[in-house]
């Protein structure tokens, strides 16, 4: 083994310091004896000696022979783990990368990103909040600038930001302000603020959620009232539950903001619309009069985001700052709202951000995994009896149990976002041509979806973290950072529980559909088979053929159609015999309607699986072992999502009691096949060490020496004694100091 050498020197002075004190408390030999020359020992304190002789060098080393005979270093470990594989993780590595020119780039771009000042990770776990908020945004407008100055291009950008996974105060100028003007800005409007805003001359954010209200939009408060004298609206905040929060870069990065108030015309309320709203001085970056902005302060994660408030207290803002492409207001007051069909592309545009969420949330709890299965392979945990080496942590049925489902679930999750976007591709190209039949389908697969999605990611995440001991509650083990960052996800964009409920109204009406002669489309087709459904039964009779996608989507679908049947007649019975979506019958059976949604996004997201790793076979692209090993994931998964939510299956006797012991005899089979592939499906996912920056999740396995060095760099670590020392402890530990407290 090779040390740093200050690795290596602080290792050898505590060695040799213990074995020294073990020889002095042993053979009754004073300390004094061995203390270098002219220092005396302070009353209390065990002396010990800078130097050892080879007598005590010997003594200790012999000590040393029966644990190094039983030592397995961890790189040897992640070696052998991955000569065990039995497919290419490279190949695996290409595919869901989009190819080897791709995975090859995100490389290459690590390598760049990593050489900078502002892309080094070497310290992004002692930043403090203030140099995480500039550290994101230098990072930011760096790339930012070489897109602009064409050194890269627009994807290798947005590639750079993945990579780097450092969040700032531009977060949403990118995201959502400058998509917001360009599909819903004027030509005029966009010839106007689009140029300033590329070029970084004015920052913006999107300011929606107020501090009262989130979810319910028609609820938001601000108001936008036009004036036709002036030929301007008067912004206003009326009530505290009216100030905006949340915008993330709005506290004290932003210039302007797309608002979203209540429009106000000739005393009429036109609901929801969109504004331009300069907030600060360009010159100063102070806020402008009547404009009150701050942070909210610190939050769980996404710290270096300067989420904020913002009031408004009868501002004037000019009639053109009105988003004009579709809805418009004349000069005299009177409100043209928009063509039905842009309405609707309107709204299009929550979806698309709802399919990115979907389709991040599988790379995501692959980082998690990724990390998580690496360590617990090269972790080893207790030996049988003296003298053998101890387990490998990943070897112990709970570990594997814990973590390899976890990977199948970033798997599928992967693959259901590529069919997510996909969806969404198609669906564009008919709106372009003025059809939106897709869209409701759209709507509700991705509603349920997305909260599904990011469900599993938070709580795989968790898991992860817990699955990694001690290390895992540590920063540097990178999982931490990712939970806290990430966790948000389950609110933003739509709560988690508002969404299922969204696709529970369309699976009811589609059932409803089914009932009058409209037959269910898309997702929700087999609610045409409802009555056949409800009556069937498991037909499994060895314990393989749960493996099988047919059998596991049987019971699956099975689950999830007596749901929505049951759901259905708990509604009705609510609402006196009839099927009412809002109100107070609607409100006491929300807690079904969510286990209906969830039902069906689990129906689509493992057929969703299945269905993509079929294509792979078919296509050939892929090898018979990795197709196998893939089959294997999808089986998994399917298995482990049954035995979750077994007692509904029990509950109706679709499937008897030795039929469900079968669900479970199979996983464990499952998981002692894929453990050989553990760290080489890990491996698929093709990360580099620069995104995960994780000292448990190195590629070569080598956690602890990785811990040690990371943890030098601590600013704590700057000074031998530490920065209490002076202020406090000296005064009490230092005796020189209490004698001269007591003249």
């Known amino acids: 083994m090779t040390w740093p050498l200050s690795v290596k020197t602080s290792v050898d002075h505590t060695y040799a310091n213990r074995t020294l004190y073990r020889a002095t408390r042993e053979t009754g030999v004073e300390s004094r004896s061995v203390l270098a020359e002219g220092t005396a020992p302070i009353d209390g304190q065990v ?135 360009m599909s819903q800005g004027s030509p005029e409007q966009q010839a106007k603020w689009l140029p300033m805003a590329q070029k970084l001359e004015i920052i913006g954010t999107y300011a929606q959620t107020e501090l009262g209200h989130g979810t319910f939009v028609r609820g938001l408060e601000t108001t936008a009232t036009y004036d036709p004298e002036t030929e301007h609206f008067i912004i206003h905040s009326p009530t505290l539950t009216s100030t905006k929060w949340w915008p993330g870069g709005l506290g004290k990065t932003s210039t302007h903001v797309i608002l979203m ?148 679930a970033a798997y599928a999750l992967i693959f259901v976002g590529k069919s997510g976007i996909g969806m969404y591709n198609q669906f564009e190209k008919e709106r372009d041509q003025g059809n939106f039949e897709l869209l409701p389908e759209l709507h509700a697969i991705l509603s349920g979806m997305k909260a599904l999605s990011t469900w599993i990611t938070c709580d795989g995440i968790e898991a992860c973290r817990r699955g990694c001991g001690g290390h895992g509650y540590s920063l540097l083990s990178g999982l931490p950072t990712l939970y806290a960052s990430y966790v948000q996800n389950a609110t933003w964009e739509g709560d988690n529980n508002v969404l299922c409920l969204q696709s529970a109204r369309y699976l009811l009406k589609n059932l409803l559909g089914s009932q009058t002669g409209r037959a269910p489309q898309g997702s929700a087709s087999y609610l045409g088979n409802a009555k056949a459904e409800i009556k069937s039964k498991c037909e499994v009779s060895k314990a393989k053929q749960w493996r099988e996608p047919d059998v596991q989507l049987a019971a699956l679908r099975h689950r999830a159609t007596r749901l929505c049947i049951e759901a259905a007649q708990s509604l009705m019975k609510a609402c006196g015999g009839d099927l009412q979506f809002e109100g107070p019958g609607w409100n006491s059976c929300t807690v079904d309607m969510i286990r209906v949604a969830k039902a069906h996004s689990m129906l689509v997201l493992q057929q969703t699986f299945a269905d993509a790793v079929h294509k792979l076979q078919r296509a050939g692209s892929m090898s018979s072992q990795t197709v196998t090993v893939l089959q ?84 704590f670590n700057d000074t031998e004694e530490g920065p209490a020392w002076k202020p406090v402890l000296e005064a009490r530990l230092n005796p020189n100091a209490r004698a001269n407290a007591k003249l």
């Open 261 to 408: 108030a209540r429009l106000f015309t000739k005393g009429k309320d036109y609901g929801m619309h969109a504004f331009i709203t300069p907030i600060r001085d360009l010159a100063t970056h102070k806020p402008l009069p009547g404009v009150t902005i701050g942070d909210i302060g610190p939050k769980f994660g996404y710290n270096g985001v300067d989420n904020g408030f913002l009031r408004f207290e009868y501002v004037k803002l000019p009639r053109d700052h009105m988003m004009m492409r579709y809805a418009k207001i004349s000069p005299e007051g009177d409100y043209m709202p928009p063509p039905p069909a842009n309405a609707k592309a309107a709204y299009a545009t929550m979806v698309y951000v709802r399919a990115t969420i979907v389709e991040d949330a599988g790379w995501i709890l692959a980082r998690a995994t990724t990390i998580a299965v690496r360590y617990n392979a090269v972790r080893r945990q207790t030996a049988a009896k003296a003298g053998e080496k101890e387990l490998q942590v990943l070897d112990y049925q709970n570990t594997n149990a814990e973590l390899m489902p976890l990977v199948a």
């Open 47 to 181: 002396s010990m000696a800078p130097q050892v002789d080879d007598r005590l060098r010997k003594l200790a080393d012999a000590s040393s022979e029966p644990i190094l005979a039983v030592h397995v270093e961890p790189t040897d470990d992640m070696v052998s783990e991955r000569a065990r594989a039995s497919f290419d993780s490279e190949e695996l590595a290409i595919e869901l990368n989009g190819g080897r020119a791709l995975l090859e780039k995100k490389a290459q771009l690590a390598q760049m990103l990593a050489e900078t000042e502002w892309g080094d990770k070497s310290k992004r776990y002692f930043l403090n909040r203030e140099e995480e908020h500039v550290g994101g945004l230098k990072a930011a407008t760096a790339i930012w600038d070489m897109v602009r100055q064409k050194k890269i291009s627009m994807e290798e950008g947005s590639l750079m930001r993945t990579l780097l996974f450092m969040p700032g105060g531009l977060e949403l100028h990118i995201g959502m302000f400058i998509p917001a003007l």
């Open 632 to 715: 294997r994931l999808v089986s998994l998964f399917g298995l482990t999502a049954l035995l979750k939510d077994l007692g509904d299956l029990l509950e109706d006797d679709y499937a008897s009691r030795q039929q469900a012991s079968l669900i479970r005899q199979q996983q464990y089979a499952l998981l002692r096949e894929l453990r050989p592939d553990a760290v080489a499906l890990v491996d698929g996912f093709g990360f580099e060490d620069y995104l995960l920056n994780s000292s448990l999740g190195r590629k070569d396995g080598d956690v602890y020496r990785s811990l040690l060095e990371v943890a030098q760099r601590s600013p």
